[in-house]
């Protein structure tokens, strides 16, 4: 292998400077890129789950599939193993993954389970089960041999009586909404199916008007839509639960013992449905031991993640290197395919992480960082173990109150005359925005990007001498339930505005379910009067078919904004600083119209002196 040349060497190691490596980032998120994988510590796990869903498509029953293993062993990563295989068999694939995150609460978690499969397939599903509805029971009549609605029903009815008969009208109507389109009758009455079987609200009027008696809510309807439907359907289930153990830490042993007593009815009420359960090593026996007996007789044996050996941690980083470099950075591949690492830094880093897949990628980061900083030369164990601390801590700046406007405690309202800042105040403890970035911690999360909208919308009411009262973390009743929305705006002519942001990890992916509960929150706000319209802040991409229904029901009351992680840094630095960001001005323009949506122009240095000689040559 020949030695490496002095401006080849500079050229690579000014790459990795420009263009971040692949271990930048270490936790799955859906979008990892297929390089960044090692199958081998998985495998046991994929090939239990495989066999489960083989015989669940030959005998129509459900299957359970325990998977254990350590913090960021890749519990979350085998999920979109199992997406990525379902994509793959496009166009026509034998069966859905769905990600179940762990429910919010301990009550209706049917409900969510429901809402998960919705959001992901639901428009797919209620389409083709409703046309076969209509091709399997359909009773034509007449000269033209229509099919008949009120005769199919009842053939249909037959096939699932008891409350599975709200269902099945509903999906007979849906059915002739999507053959007889061209219809008024059939698509008013399909457009109401759609929406009854989406769980939205009807009123007396509509409920009548599609002739259905109940709401699919309470557990005992949601159960008997899943069954009808999936017996209909020709696809099977893989509903993964992430995260087993959250409702014990969350809300305490009752709601775990209500959430496995869901699972228990999933599994023994629902046709073609593998239940996968992902849940810490550590306290699998705990969890065990709460399950039913039946079930846990009846159950796949447990199937536990591994850790890497060295020969994984290996090839993960050559893989990974190589698509860096020719992919990414554009250039060809070092000869050494380890490079700028060596192989006694892997044989260090998977001793200490103990094969660990997340915390071996965070190590070979933080070895890649020393390299980066201290020059190849550098003894990076030595540097690791004795001098240095790894990740030290970033500086931070607090502003003071008198200083910047800064959200106050939950709950609180906040005026736009009680924030006390200046833009010179501001500009004399950032001096600039990109100073600000530099020394201050800034993670985007719902909270900062909601601090970040209602900052912006403070700092327009302060410049318009507009009186604004905004009430963070607002909470409200919706008979019994109580929710809670991130701030209400009431503004001079009270007007009430309602501001919520999902509570998703970051805005680089999708919202999701997440999205659709605070699309939601906004919803009941508005019908019960506590707003009259709302404001959402959403990641980028986020759809879903019930999340797209109520959007448009929602119609001119409701504006919506699209961010990405960096767009809601910008927004929430905006707010801090009062230099507010494109987004801020737009939603401090929406709720304030005087307020502009351009920043104003700013007259070149070159402009004004050609201004002052014209007006002396004037004189």
């Keep these: 292998m020949s030695e490496m040349l002095p401006d080849e060497l500079e050229m690579y190691l000014d790459a990795m400077k420009e263009f971040p490596t692949p271990f930048e980032r270490y936790v799955s998120r859906g979008d990892t890129p297929d390089y960044f994988d090692v199958p081998e510590p998985r495998l046991e796990a994929e090939r239990s789950i495989d066999r489960a869903l083989r015989a669940s498509l030959h005998d129509g029953t459900s299957r359970f599939v325990p998977v254990i293993g350590a913090a960021g062993s890749g519990k979350t990563h085998l999920y979109w193993v199992l997406k990525d295989k379902e994509e793959q068999e496009d166009p026509n694939p034998r069966w859905h993954a769905i990600y179940v995150p762990s429910p919010p609460a301990p009550v209706r978690i049917l409900l969510h389970v429901w809402t998960a499969i919705l959001d992901e397939i639901g428009e797919k599903m209620l389409r083709?089960?409703?046309?076969?509805?209509?091709?399997?029971?359909?009773?034509?009549?007449?000269?033209?041999?229509?099919?008949?609605?009120?005769?199919?029903?009842?053939?249909?009815?037959?096939?699932?009586?008891?409350?599975?008969?709200?269902?099945?009208?509903?999906?007979?109507?849906?059915?002739?909404?999507?053959?007889?389109?061209?219809?008024?009758?059939?698509?008013?009455?399909?457009?109401?199916?759609?929406?009854?079987?989406?769980?939205?609200?009807?009123?007396?009027?509509?409920?009548?008007?599609?002739?259905?008696?109940?709401?699919?809510?309470?557990?005992?309807?949601?159960?008997?839509?899943?069954?009808?439907?999936?017996?209909?359907?020709?696809?099977?289930?893989?509903?993964?639960?992430?995260?087993?153990?959250?409702?014990?830490?969350?809300?305490?042993?009752?709601?775990?013992?209500?959430?496995?007593?869901?699972?228990?009815?999933?599994?023994?009420?629902?046709?073609?449905?593998?239940?996968?359960?992902?849940?810490?090593?550590?306290?699998?026996?705990?969890?065990?031991?709460?399950?039913?007996?039946?079930?846990?007789?009846?159950?796949?044996?447990?199937?536990?993640?591994?850790?890497?050996?060295?020969?994984?941690?290996?090839?993960?980083?050559?893989?990974?290197?190589?698509?860096?470099?020719?992919?990414?950075?554009?250039?060809?591949?070092?000869?050494?395919?380890?490079?700028?690492?060596?192989?006694?830094?892997?044989?260090?880093?998977?001793?200490?992480?103990?094969?660990?897949?997340?915390?071996?990628?965070?190590?070979?980061?933080?070895?890649?960082?020393?390299?980066?900083?201290?020059?190849?030369?550098?003894?990076?164990?030595?540097?690791?173990?004795?001098?240095?601390?790894?990740?030290?801590?970033?500086?931070?700046?607090?502003?003071?109150?008198?200083?910047?406007?800064?959200?106050?405690?939950?709950?609180?309202?906040?005026?736009?005359?009680?924030?006390?800042?200046?833009?010179?105040?501001?500009?004399?403890?950032?001096?600039?925005?990109?100073?600000?970035?530099?020394?201050?911690?800034?993670?985007?999360?719902?909270?900062?990007?909601?601090?970040?909208?209602?900052?912006?919308?403070?700092?327009?009411?302060?410049?318009?001498?507009?009186?604004?009262?905004?009430?963070?973390?607002?909470?409200?009743?919706?008979?019994?339930?109580?929710?809670?929305?991130?701030?209400?705006?009431?503004?001079?002519n009270g007007e009430k505005i309602a501001l919520d942001v999902p509570s998703v990890k970051n805005f680089d992916r999708k919202g999701g379910v997440a999205a659709y509960y605070s699309l939601k929150r906004l919803d009941d706000a508005i019908r019960n009067g506590i707003a009259d319209r709302a404001i959402l802040i959403i990641p980028k991409g986020t759809s879903g078919t019930k999340f797209t229904k109520l959007v448009s029901d929602l119609g001119d009351k409701l504006t919506i904004y699209e961010i990405s992680d960096e767009i809601g840094r910008a927004l929430i630095i905006g707010g801090i600083t009062k230099s507010l960001s494109p987004i801020g001005r737009k939603i401090a323009h929406d709720v304030l119209p005087e307020f502009p949506e351009e920043p104003p122009q700013v007259p070149s240095e070159s402009h004004s002196e050609e201004t002052e000689t014209t007006e002396n040559s004037s004189s």
């Excluded at 536990?304 to 591949?333: C, D, G, H, R």
């Excluded at 020059?375 to 004795?386: E, M, P, R, W, Y």
């Design 128 to 492: 083709e089960v409703s046309t076969y509805l209509l091709t399997e029971f359909g009773k034509k009549k007449g000269l033209f041999q229509r099919i008949d609605p009120n005769e199919t029903i009842r053939v249909a009815s037959r096939e699932f009586p008891g409350i599975g008969a709200d269902i099945v009208k509903a999906l007979v109507y849906l059915g002739f909404h999507y053959l007889e389109t061209g219809k008024k009758e059939y698509r008013e009455v399909g457009q109401l199916a759609e929406r009854w079987l989406l769980g939205e609200s009807l009123t007396e009027e509509q409920m009548a008007k599609l002739g259905v008696q109940t709401i699919i809510e309470d557990d005992d309807m949601v159960l008997s839509s899943m069954k009808i439907l999936l017996q209909l359907y020709d696809k099977a289930l893989v509903l993964y639960f992430d995260e087993l153990e959250i409702p014990y830490r969350t809300h305490g042993a009752e709601a775990e013992l209500a959430f496995l007593e869901t699972l228990k009815r999933l599994y023994n009420e629902l046709p073609k449905t593998i239940i996968v359960t992902a849940c810490l090593s550590d306290i699998w026996s705990r969890v065990y031991e709460s399950l039913d007996p039946a079930l846990r007789s009846r159950m796949e044996e447990v199937v536990e993640l591994k850790p890497f050996t060295l020969e994984n941690l290996l090839i993960l980083y050559e893989e990974a290197m190589t698509y860096y470099w020719e992919q990414v950075v554009n250039i060809e591949s070092p000869q050494n395919p380890l490079f700028p690492m060596k192989k006694e830094y892997f044989e260090f880093i998977h001793v200490k992480t103990k094969g660990n897949p997340r915390e071996s990628i965070k190590l070979i980061r933080t070895f890649l960082d020393l390299i980066l900083t201290h020059g190849l030369q550098v003894d990076a164990i030595g540097l690791f173990t004795k001098k240095t601390v790894p990740s030290p801590k970033p500086m931070v700046i607090r502003p003071k109150k008198e200083e910047l406007p800064v959200i106050r405690a939950t709950g609180e309202k906040v005026t736009a005359s009680s924030m006390g800042a200046t833009s010179a105040q501001a500009q004399d403890v950032g001096e600039s925005i990109s100073s600000i970035e530099e020394n201050m911690t800034i993670q985007v999360n719902p909270p900062s990007v909601a601090s970040g909208a209602i900052n912006s919308i403070l700092v327009a009411a302060d410049e318009l001498a507009k009186p604004i009262q905004a009430t963070i973390d607002y909470s409200f009743k919706v008979g019994s339930s109580e929710k809670k929305i991130s701030a209400l705006l009431i503004l001079e």
